[in-house]
């Protein structure tokens, strides 16, 4: 099961839409659970998707290969990619992650339009919870 904050996915899906027609890429982070106000229910490391990179589309190499070099790879657990045109699945340009999160129009929450796969494209149970980290606000 991957777990991600309801916060965090508005914001990716806004990013998304706001970019579109072209793509986003960019890193997302992992905190353990306990850290997270609303996570009760949940083993407290288990770990849940809360945080992103701003992604840079002024940099030629991130718009090409879709990596983000500004961001060290052990603060990224996860990466999210948009594909205004395309299938909500992965592609050979977005596996360089354990958790990949896609998007595609019409940019909502729902099965049809945002998903998580792992590095091989086969896409994973995803739960979304209404959880915060302590003294902040995704939505803000």
């Known amino acids: ?7 965090l996915v508005d914001i990716l899906l806004a990013l998304a839409s706001d970019a579109d027609p072209d793509d986003v890429t960019t890193g997302v982070s992992v905190v ?16 849940v998707f809360t945080d992103f990179f701003l992604p840079d589309p ?16 052990r603060q990224a657990q996860g990466r999210f990619v ?29 099965d049809r339009s945002f ?9 994973q149970p995803l739960e979304i919870i209404d959880a915060s980290p302590p003294g902040q606000s995704l939505t803000d």
Do not use: K
Request: hydrophobic residues 40%.
């Open 1 to 7: 099961m991957v777990y991600v904050t309801r916060g």
């Open 32 to 47: 353990p659970a306990i850290e997270l106000d609303g996570a009760d229910g949940l083993p407290p490391d288990t770990p």
């Open 58 to 73: 002024g940099n030629p190499v991130n718009a090409v290969f879709g990596v983000d070099l500004s961001t060290p790879a």
């Open 82 to 110: 948009s594909h205004p045109v395309g299938e909500l699945e992965v592609t050979r340009r977005d596996d360089l992650a354990e958790v990949i999160f896609v998007a595609v129009p019409p940019w909502e929450v729902d």
């Open 115 to 123: 998903g998580a796969f792992d590095r091989s494209g086969e896409r």
